[in-house]
């Protein structure tokens, strides 16, 4: 079918706003035009909205302005009429308690924004970790064409003329001071050569992680996740997906075309084989339900484990984006992928009107030593762990990348922290009674008892166990943990404790058993006592005033549990890109 075959069948929905000689075409038109637009651009061109999280309150989002000007060249080139808007941009270094606390939020903002606007199609500008998930569920509740622009990691961290990853340095650094193996000075002087230029950070976190999964979902052009943010190749790359998602619009390309189950199922393994981090679990969750895609947790056991690590990248091995993307970024682990059988769904559709495999049966592998064989891999199986048992009845997760062997078989007195401020409060006491066998509990992290689920599960070591050479302990919670983080750390325990989760009624001295391996996390005590200390819980429980009213009612009153995405029980689901009915 030629372009002009398909032009004439797709009707445009910017239309229903510009497409009439009478009162309300009059009004849209008009008001638009105080922004000196001709009459010609009314014409019947694709308007492609431009959904920026820029911020300067994101930094690793503060470049996006130039990003989408090069954006609307390509736009505009292919013969549509770029629109920028801004919407709600979660940043995870500022935002407080923790930007997830507004993914949701951001989320509603993107999809009402689409639906209530005169736009035929999106451009989603992401890039900061909870940018890229909001973006994609707002997106898809609308479901119209869009294609993911990422902004791009940041350049190595350097510190004494070594290198140094985004987050995984922070941890580090900090351990090393609470140890004494480094001065104050030298930790605050880090952070200049910890973050040197524009961009998202450059270890395999969470932000990275998520522009792997938007181009293993097949949402964006081949090697979007890793062109380093300042690269010129990254502009080249945002043009190019601005002359695309004209031809999306077209074809009529929309989202639910692109995520399909299939195309989480090769997610999820990618997920695996670069070594991603944990809160993909939650925002993958997220979007399915956006787009209607039934997915478990057990579909990462069933599909993630036993698949090879085989990018070296922080915190799990040794490398960072920039060296990623040089070594043949996202491209190269699915040819990798796909050669040894190993990519689930090899046909599913991408942006660009290709298969996934079609776009990287070539990609070229330049350094073996990031994109590792597979039969050389970083980690020989590599994946999410999802651990169940009477601690977790609705799941737990762990990243064996990031956890020591021999502690994912343990079993250990608790240490028990009632919240974050137990935590920081105890944990410095030299009389602590904890050991390194012990196992650190902590409680009210979760999406409801934070709120927002903060970034807190990798509970720094007790001071005293560091200086005597501990490097890891197991850590439980129902919090989430930074993408840059690492150690033997049980995360996201649902129900969580303020929801009522046997975690809300672990006890000081109490035995915990976990066993990656058979996915078991297990309070060691009876049926009968956990019942009575449950009971005891709901019976002293009472609202938290700072809930009562505003955004914080509005979540935890809504908020799902981690298994389920931690999305809003009312934004499940798509709601479709119906035209609303006018506004005057
Ligand atoms: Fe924004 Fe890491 S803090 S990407």
């Not at 996006?64 to 000007?69: C, G």
């Not at 409060?425 to 009674?433: H, Q, S, T």
């Not at 009210?444 to 903060?454: D, L």
Request: glycine share 10%; proline share 5%; with cysteine.
């Amino acid at each position: 079918m030629t372009t002009e075959d398909k032009k004439s069948k797709v009707k445009l929905r910017s239309a229903e706003w510009f497409g009439t000689q009478d009162k309300n075409g009059f009004m849209y038109r008009s008001w638009m035009k105080n922004q000196g637009i001709p009459d010609h651009e009314f014409q019947g061109k694709p308007i492609i909205g431009i959904c920026n999280t820029w911020s300067e309150l994101t930094p690793c989002n503060a470049h996006f302005r130039k990003l989408a000007e090069h954006v609307k060249k390509g736009i505009i080139e292919a013969g549509g009429w770029p629109v920028e808007f801004p919407v709600f941009s979660s940043g995870e270094s500022n935002l407080r308690p923790t930007a997830m606390l507004t993914r949701n939020l951001a989320s509603m903002d993107v999809e009402e924004s689409i639906r209530g606007n005169p736009v035929d199609a999106v451009v989603l500008l992401v890039g900061c970790d909870k940018t890229t998930p909001a973006l994609l569920m707002g997106a898809a509740s609308v479901d119209v064409p869009a294609i993911v622009v990422t902004g791009g990691p940041m350049l190595n961290g350097k510190l004494n003329g070594k290198n140094i990853g985004s987050g995984t340095a922070v941890w580090q650094l900090h351990e090393q001071v609470k140890a004494g193996e480094i001065k104050m000075h030298d930790f605050l002087a880090a952070e200049a050569g910890h973050s040197r230029s524009a961009g998202t950070c450059n270890t395999m976190g969470t932000a990275s992680t998520m522009a792997c999964m938007a181009e293993s979902l097949g949402t964006s052009l081949p090697h979007n996740a890793a062109i380093p943010a300042v690269d010129a190749r990254r502009y080249v790359l945002a043009h190019l997906s601005g002359m695309r998602i004209v031809d999306m619009v077209w074809e009529d390309l929309r989202l639910s075309k692109v995520l399909t189950k299939e195309a989480f199922e090769n997610a999820i393994r990618v997920n695996a084989a670069i070594g991603g981090s944990t809160n993909a679990v939650i925002h993958l969750k997220a979007i399915a339900g956006r787009i209607g895609v039934d997915l478990e947790l057990e579909d990462w056991t069933r599909i993630g484990r036993g698949t090879p690590t085989v990018v070296d990248l922080l915190p799990s091995g040794r490398f960072l984006m920039e060296e990623f993307y040089y070594a043949g970024g996202l491209p190269g682990v699915i040819r990798r992928l796909g050669e040894a059988n190993l990519l689930p769904n090899p046909t599913a559709l991408t942006v660009n009107g290709k298969s996934l495999w079609d776009n990287c049966l070539d990609a070229p592998i330049y350094d073996d030593e990031v994109i590792r064989p597979l039969d050389k891999p970083l980690i020989a199986d590599g994946g999410i762990c999802i651990l169940r048992g009477n601690l977790a009845p609705r799941g737990a997760v762990l990243k064996p990348s990031a956890a020591t062997p021999e502690l994912m078989k343990h079993r250990g007195r608790a240490v028990v922290f009632e919240n974050l401020e137990d935590y920081k409060a105890r944990i410095v006491d030299p009389d602590l009674d904890v050991d390194a066998s012990c196992i650190l509990v902590m409680k009210n992290c979760g999406p409801k008892g934070y709120p927002g689920m903060a970034e807190v599960g990798n509970m720094g070591l007790p001071p005293k166990l560091l200086a005597a050479g501990v490097k890891d302990m197991v850590r439980i919670s129902d919090a989430r943990m930074s993408g840059t983080a690492y150690g033997t750390v049980v995360l996201h325990v649902a129900p969580e404790a303020r929801a009522g989760g046997p975690l809300a009624v672990v006890q000081e001295g109490d035995f915990i058993e976990l066993d990656c391996a058979a996915g078991r996390l297990h309070l060691d005590i009876s049926d009968e006592e956990l019942k009575t200390r449950l009971d005891a819980w709901a019976a002293a429980q009472t609202v938290d005033p700072a809930d009562a009213t505003g955004y914080r009612h509005l979540y935890v009153n809504h908020v799902l549990q981690a298994d389920e995405g931690c999305d809003f029980d009312f934004l499940r689901g798509c709601r479709g890109s119906a035209v609303p009915r006018h506004s005057h």
